[in-house]
T-cell receptor
Framework: SQTIHQWPATLVQPVGSPLSLECTVE??????LYWYRQAAGRGLQLLFY??????ISSEVPQNLSASRPQDRQFILSSKKLLLSDSGFYLCAWHNQGFTSPLHFGNGTRLTVT | GDSVTQMEGPVTLSEEAFLTINCTYTATGYPSLFWYVQYPGEGLQLLLK?????DKGSNKGFEATYRKETTSFHLEKGSVQVSDSAVYFCALNRDDKIIFGKGTRLHILP
């Protein structure tokens, strides 16, 4: 069966520090991968998505970046965190095809202090 | 650009009431449409989907019909239960870009 792992579950980082959140999927190959940020009253904001290794589409021009170094690995990064980067980050995947539903990780609660 | 608009919440209903949560979208082409649900303390999960115009998705007593002429995908249930209390998200997938509405919190009173 397919599973998605996202870590860490919680993270407290000072302003200006780097960030690396990792997400891996097991039990499938060539999934589409997504990073979202969920904020109360704002729903899920699409940050990045990838349809293949090294292919990244960015939806939000800010100080975050994403990479897909392996087929089932998706990494969200920042060189210098801002206070406004605090939030709940969700990784998700689905099989190829526009009708396949998304499957979500458990999320990372990031607090920038 | 593409967007999804949902009715503002929270929505509070009594048990066995009829539910409608409105969802409209803006997108070029023919996106697939989805409703996801997030129960308290849990992650998002698919509730139902529709992949082309006039399709009706259904699950757990919920239904939604893909209306291309009105660009809508309203969620309905004939008789809600306390266990339906959750946050509901409308979403679309166009060319692998999946975007969500802001979510509608639903409270069902016994």
């Amino acid at each position: 069966s397919q599973t998605i792992h996202q870590w860490p579950a919680t993270l407290v980082q000072p302003v200006g520090s780097p960030l690396s959140l990792e997400c891996t999927v097991e039990g499938t190959s060539n999934p589409n991968l997504y990073w979202y940020r969920q904020a109360a009253g704002r729903g899920l904001q699409l940050l990045f998505y990838s349809v293949g290794i090294g292919q990244i589409s960015s939806e939000v021009p800010q100080n975050l970046s994403a990479s897909r170094p392996q087929d089932r690995q998706f990494i969200l990064s920042s060189k210098k965190l801002l206070l406004s980067d605090s939030g709940f980050y969700l990784c998700a995947w689905h099989n190829q095809g526009f009708t396949s539903p998304l499957h979500f990780g458990n999320g990372t609660r990031l607090t920038v202090t | 650009g593409d967007s999804v608009t949902q009715m503002e919440g929270p929505v509070t209903l009594s048990e066995e009431a009829f539910l409608t949560i409105n969802c409209t979208y803006t997108a070029t082409g023919y996106p697939s449409l989805f409703w996801y649900v997030q129960y308290p303390g849990e992650g998002l999960q698919l509730l139902l989907k529709a992949t082309k115009a006039d399709d009706k998705g259904s699950n757990k007593g919920f239904e939604a019909t893909y209306r291309k002429e009105t660009t809508s995908f309203h969620l309905e249930k004939g008789s809600v239960q306390v266990s339906d209390s959750a946050v509901y998200f409308c979403a679309l997938n166009r060319d692998d870009k999946i975007i969500f509405g802001k979510g509608t919190r639903l409270h069902i009173l016994p």
